[in-house]
């Protein structure tokens, strides 16, 4: 089955203790990326990648890290979580040819809670 | 950088009613324009796209949109709503980095 997958689904955690939280695709999409959704602002895009060792900040990229050593996986790093970093989060995936990059499959998401 | 406004938080339908939910674009050129729909606890998935061409796209679970420039809209429609339908509506907008800016979504509650 084609899909996203993110673990943990569910993470409680302490402020400063460093953490991660992978995804992978399984779709051999060549862009990944990731989102935080928070109540009233929506989604809002955190880093992408367009390919192998390629990412690049989004909106909202202060207090993360990525890496994209492999194609089907796309791991976000929080080094030093704070609790405004307390969210959920979506990593995503699409086919890297042109506007169709647009079209996105989403993970079911992991819930993030700094303490 | 490209928006999109949903003007209503929430929307309570009757089953078998019909249903149109808002978008409202801010784009200068031809937007790429999507609906997401996320059920409770679950992902984010694609509804319908608008790249180009006709104005009227059909998607799945019998959901339609119609992208009108004059309006800069691209409102989301279905005949007739049936209660699995319930969960959050998502329109975004494409922007550079191929990211997808999402509005703030719309609650779809419906009724017996």
């Known amino acids: 089955e084609a899909q996203v997958t993110q673990n943990p689904r569910y993470l409680i955690t302490v402020t400063g203790k460093k953490l991660t939280v992978t995804c992978s695709q399984n779709?051999?999409?060549?862009?990944m990326s990731w989102y935080r959704q928070d109540p009233g602002l929506g989604l809002r895009q955190i880093y992408y990648s367009m390919n192998v060792e390629v990412t690049d900040k989004g909106d909202v990229p202060e207090g993360y890290k990525v890496s994209r050593k492999e194609k089907r996986n796309f791991p976000l790093i929080l080094e030093s979580p704070s609790p405004n970093q307390t969210s959920l989060y979506f990593c995503?995936?699409?086919f890297g040819s042109g506007i169709h990059s647009y079209e996105q499959y989403f993970g079911p998401g992991t819930r993030l809670t700094v303490t | 950088a490209q928006s999109v406004t949903q003007p209503d938080i929430h929307i309570t339908v009757s089953e078998g009613a019909s249903l149109e939910l808002r978008c409202n674009y801010s784009?200068?050129?031809?937007?790429?324009l999507f609906w997401y729909v996320q059920s409770p606890g679950q992902g984010l998935q694609l509804l319908l796209k608008y790249f180009s061409g006709d104005t009227l796209v059909q998607g799945i679970k019998g959901f339609e949109a119609e992208f009108k420039r004059s309006q800069s809209s691209f409102n989301l429609r279905k005949p007739s709503v049936h209660w699995s339908d319930a969960a959050e509506y998502f329109c975004?907008?494409?922007?550079?980095?191929?990211?997808?800016?999402f509005g703030k979504g719309t609650s779809l509650l419906v009724t017996p």
């Open positions: 975004a907008v494409g922007d550079s980095g191929y990211a997808l800016n």
């Open positions: 995503a995936s699409s």
């Open positions: 779709m051999n999409h060549e862009y």
């Open positions: 784009y200068g050129a031809t937007p790429y």
